[in-house]
T-cell receptor, first 116, second 112 residues
Framework: EPEVTQTPSHQVTQMGQEVILRCVPI?????FYWYRQILGQKVEFLVS????????KSEIFDDQFSVERPDGSNFTLKIRSTKLEDSAMYFC??????????????FGPGTRLTVL | SQQGEEDPQALSIQEGENATMNCSYK?????LQWYRQNSGRGLVHLIL?????REKHSGRLRVTLDTSKKSSSLLITASRAADTASYFC????????????FGEGTQLTVNP
């Protein structure tokens, strides 16, 4: 069964460093998402992406964050200058269709980011 | 205000018993989805129910949706130890695109 994959599974970085989290969505899906979950808290939406542009973003997704689909398969989240509070599990998700069709979002296994 | 609040926060039952978890929300929705998360792991999609649906079944799972009360319930019948996990409801709101808004989750423990 097709699934969303994410790499790395765990990333440790120093405060102020740039990190890139990578995702491979399900191949025929058109909508891509990033969410994060700080330890012990609920999952929070960061950004959605469709047709090579951001379609929606939350207040968390500030200028330090960016997303890119560099080729036909990968979808990346970049954090330019990490802060301690960026430590969280980051989930990528994809869906075949969008909101109008009430579509299922399939999540990857997550990347645990630890900022020291 | 919280969108997607589950109750109870924690539920402990014996294998074979049924588990019921509830979710309430505050704004109009397009759909509501239930996910399972094993400790420290990814989110596994369980079931999606659209705003014009009232009940859906999938195996041992039964989901209901009451849009007049802005609430949903997830019933797991004949629970197994492997059902031990956190369960989250997530709503897609009419006014906020395709983003999902998650609740706090219910931690279900099924004792063998």
């Amino acid at each position: 069964e097709p699934e969303v994959t994410q790499t790395p599974s765990h990333q440790v970085t120093q405060m102020g460093q740039e990190v890139i989290l990578r995702c491979v969505p399900i191949s025929n899906h058109l909508y891509f998402y990033w969410y994060r979950q700080i330890l012990g808290q609920k999952v929070e939406f960061l950004v959605s992406f469709y047709n090579n542009e951001i379609s929606e973003k939350s207040e968390i997704f500030d200028d330090q964050f960016s997303v890119e689909r560099p080729d036909g398969s990968n979808f990346t989240l970049k954090i330019r200058s990490t802060k301690l509070e960026d430590s969280a599990m980051y989930f990528c998700a994809s869906s075949e269709l969008g909101r109008a069709y009430g579509d299922t979002q399939y999540f990857g296994p997550g990347t645990r980011l630890t900022v020291l | 205000s919280q969108q997607g609040e589950e109750d109870p926060q924690a539920l402990s039952i014996q294998e074979g018993e049924n588990a019921t978890m509830n979710c309430s929300y505050k704004t109009s929705i397009n759909n509501l989805q239930w996910y399972r998360q094993n400790s420290g792991r990814g989110l596994v999609h369980l079931i999606l129910i659209r705003s014009n649906e009232r009940e859906k079944h999938s195996g041992r799972l039964r989901v209901t949706l009451d849009t007049s009360k802005k609430s949903s319930s997830l019933l797991i019948t004949a629970s197994r130890a492997a059902d031990t996990a956190s369960y989250f409801c997530a709503t897609s709101q009419e006014t906020s695109g395709s983003r999902l808004t998650f609740g706090e989750g219910t931690q279900l423990t099924v004792n063998p």
